[in-house]
């Protein structure tokens, strides 16, 4: 199974695809961080995350995508803009007729560092340590990367113990 992770941004977005097999072994496929920086306008920004990730699915046809779920930011600007940017990558994942699932950033950290209050130099770690990645990965394309291991390892879980997802509850 391809699972493609999504990490939205206004500024840039992270992508990262993964390859799991039926023992639960993750094997790099794609990463990248896309710099939408050098647009002129917000609209044109959104526009180059939905045909950049339509790109991604054509090149390495995943099976299933996963995303970051939006959070609450201190200021009301950047929050509205990270949702847009949101919006513009589910919509280029439904538009090639894949399902989306969503983690928060806390859930993330833990599935993969082991932690929910990890810091992004500890998930850039983790993700090259877990993956098998030589030197440090762009933090964006990391997180990606830890969005698909998320899936991957919740996928699995799931299926070992026969409760979907939404079922599951958070011990006190």
Known sequence: MRILGIDPGSQRTGVGVIETDAQGNA?????AAINLLANDS????????????GAVIEAHQPTEVAIE???MAKNADSA????????AAICAVVHRNLSVAEYA?????????????ADKSQIQHMVGVLLQL???LQADAADALAIA?????TRATTQRIGIPRTA?????
């Open 27 to 31: 094997r790099h496929i794609f990463h």
């Open 42 to 53: 917000f609209a044109l920004r959104l526009k180059q995350i939905f045909d950049e990730i």
């Open 69 to 71: 779920r939006v959070f």
């Open 80 to 87: 509205l803009k990270l949702g847009q940017a949101r919006g």
């Open 105 to 117: 950033p806390k859930e993330i950290k833990q599935a993969v560092v082991g932690g929910g209050a």
């Open 134 to 136: 030589p030197g440090k």
């Open 149 to 153: 291991l998320t899936h991957a390892h």
């Open 168 to 172: 599951w509850r958070r011990r006190r």
